[in-house]
């Protein structure tokens, strides 16, 4: 689904074009949906063209903006049942694409191409820039996964409360933009011995304006190629200017070939496709030290970045190129060198597999019981580390009630962890976890002998019994956690940090958004002090009755296991994933007892509820001081299997 399409060629419409190509020879099935307009074609690399209503962009005509309600797209999109919806530039009719993606159930992938509210100030309606990026902000989080195509533009969605973004930028067209494309026969036309060009759309939020003050550089020719609403003025406002009109295919990449120096002034890109054309025609580049040429402009070495709107430095930018055919060239051929690797074939294989992670976060978001703020991220697994000293802090989870040994002591997820982090060669290990404890507790009591440890590895897994209370302030539970995890990190610990979880029953309904909010928090917590996040949403089946204990509060040996292995995984724990459907196959057969339920936990939990005592009350920690788990020598004190 695109905003731009045939026969309107901007760069929106070009990348669409590449990823068609690229699905058809990938034996993959395509179907485009893009505002109507007249020439557009009925079929594209295979895919069939959907047309919908549309209306012109006020003084801009060729641009069309796409009128179809939601309904009638999500019917499009039920006759077409894909397995994820692409939305290229996303603003009108990528919103209502969107919203049906989410309405069927279907992942979709907004690829944010083009800063609208930066356009809103070029082109002087200020009072739309709130609403567009109020827009802009809503639009990317009703998306599954969003595709920026550089650093700065991955900020100004974060900066909007923008999550899951990645970053995917543009290929090039390395055989069709080629130096050897250079004329002579153009430059003669041309008539000047150093040529300044531009491509690109000729409109307010590109600034071409802003190449007046190259007019009188001298021995130089100044050469615009593209149209567009501002053409008119532009013309008057540069006299001696050539105005090659919209130029394509090998037309445009002669022209491109025949420049000495290529110079873009806009702001507002988002990327800058020309800039890497230019480069790989061999033509060095200048262009603004602002969003996308951040990203592809290495300065003195394919080019240079001049200071945002400082038009004296832009001039003494290009002057120093025009002046030095001998740095032209070295910058030329290294902007070449740089595109190599950028081909469109490369960089689509990258949007499968970014298709591919909309599907399994899509699945991930069906499970949510409790919308989320900040949704559920994959962990990326650090890098591989040797951890000696592991110290474990939180309640029963932790403990590990409800999954006993054959001697009787509880060996729970961090327990199992603690064995694969050992057969690295060797652990020390504390678990400071009790039942019953809350934030306050890990807070006061089992930070301080933890920070007495001095470790250099530390969970937390703790909240579940603060979010069960009657009452309970989210935002004062995670900002005390939050001092916690900024003490350990202090003394330059690694912290893992787990969200936790609840079990699929009807009863825990009533406490789901409580839940969803706090993981919310320790999302930002992480973030914040570069903890490392176990997002147990990501797992839909931890809540399923397996992986509980016949309390049904607490994890079976199976959902240890599963827990212990999943921050395996993250932790970079050699073979984790293989060890852990090794365990299960091992252990598929284990029975879930329920009979005793009743009279093993609920009647003694009320009873201590009336006598105003929690299980905890007396209790110390299993491993108050670190036992070593190891070849060498045999775990004192300690009891996991």
Not at 68 to 83: G, I, K, Y
Not at 196 to 206: D, N, S, W
Request: hydrophobic share 45%; proline share 5%; glycine share 10%.
């Amino acid at each position: 689904m695109t905003e731009s399409f045939l026969p309107h060629m901007n760069g929106v419409t070009g990348s669409v074009l590449q990823i068609l190509g690229h699905l058809e020879h990938a034996g993959h099935e395509a179907h485009v949906i893009a505002p109507d307009a007249v020439g557009m074609p009925a079929q594209v690399h295979g895919a069939a063209v959907e047309p919908v209503p549309s209306l012109a962009l006020p003084g801009y005509r060729n641009v069309r903006v796409g009128t179809s309600p939601a309904r009638q797209v999500a019917a499009s999109l039920r006759r077409f049942a894909p397995d994820v919806v692409h939305l290229a530039s996303p603003f009108a009719l990528g919103w209502r694409g969107a919203l049906a993606a989410e309405h069927l159930g279907v992942a979709s992938v907004a690829a944010y191409q083009t800063d609208v509210a930066a356009y809103t100030q070029r082109y002087r309606i200020p009072a739309a820039t709130g609403i567009a990026q109020s827009h802009i902000a809503r639009l990317h989080r009703r998306a599954t996964l969003t595709l920026a195509p550089s650093a700065e533009s991955a900020q100004q969605l974060a900066a909007l409360g923008v999550d899951r973004v990645r970053r995917w930028g543009r290929g090039v067209d390395a055989e069709r933009f080629q130096s050897i494309r250079r004329s002579a026969t153009l430059r003669a036309e041309w008539g000047a011995e150093v040529v300044i060009g531009y491509v690109g759309r000729l409109a307010p939020e590109k600034q071409v304006e802003d190449l007046a003050a190259l007019q009188t550089i001298p021995g130089t020719c100044l050469v615009i190629v593209g149209d567009g609403p501002s053409r008119p003025r532009l013309e008057a406002l540069m006299p001696g200017a050539l105005f090659l009109g919209h130029l394509e295919g090998d037309a445009l990449a002669e022209a491109m070939a025949s420049f000495d120096v290529f110079v873009h002034p806009g702001e507002s890109e988002t990327f800058g496709q020309t800039l890497q054309e230019a480069h790989a025609s061999g033509v060095p580049v200048i262009a603004t030290g602002r969003g996308g040429p951040l990203g592809l402009v290495r300065m003195g070495i394919d080019g240079w970045l001049y200071r945002p709107g400082d038009l004296d430095d832009l001039r003494m930018r290009v002057a120093d190129l025009t002046g030095d055919a001998r740095k032209r060239r070295a910058f030329g051929a290294a902007g070449r060198e740089a595109v190599q690797g950028r081909s469109w074939a490369a960089i689509c294989d990258q949007l499968l597999g970014h298709f591919d992670d909309a599907r399994e976060l899509r699945a991930v978001d069906a499970g949510l019981r409790a919308r989320r703020v900040t949704r559920p991220e994959p962990s990326i697994p650090v890098d591989a580390r040797g951890w000696q000293r592991y110290v474990a802090l939180g309640d029963s989870l932790t403990e590990g009630l409800c999954d006993p040994a054959h001697d009787g002591a509880l060996r729970g997820w961090a327990d199992r962890l603690a064995l694969l982090l050992a057969a690295r060669g060797g652990l020390h290990y504390a678990n400071l976890a009790i039942r019953s404890k809350r934030v306050r507790d890990v807070c006061t009591t089992q930070l301080p002998r933890a920070l007495e440890l001095e470790p250099d590895l530390v969970s937390i897994l703790i909240g579940a019994n603060d979010l069960v209370k009657p009452h309970v302030d989210v935002r004062a539970l995670a900002a005390e956690l939050e001092g916690a995890v900024t003490r350990l990190r202090s003394i330059g610990a690694d912290v893992l940090l787990v969200t936790p979880f609840l079990p699929r029953r009807r009863a825990a309904v009533m406490y789901t958004k409580r839940f969803a909010a706090f993981a919310t928090a320790l999302t930002g917590i992480a973030a914040r002090t570069g903890a490392i996040l176990i997002d147990t949403d990501l797992h839909p089946s931890l809540p399923d009755r397996p992986n509980w204990g016949e309390d049904l509060v607490h994890l079976s040996s199976r959902g240890h296991r599963f827990l212990a292995y999943r921050a395996g995984e993250v932790l970079a724990v050699p073979h984790a994933d293989a060890l852990g459907a090794l365990d299960a196959a091992l252990h598929e057969n284990e029975a879930i007892g329920v009979g005793l339920w009743w009279r093993r936990h609920a009647l003694p939990w009320v009873w201590r509820r009336l006598r105003g005592r929690t299980a905890g009350d007396g209790r110390v920690a299993k491993h108050d001081d670190y036992v070593y788990l190891g070849r060498s020598s045999a775990p004192r004190g300690v009891r996991v299997g």
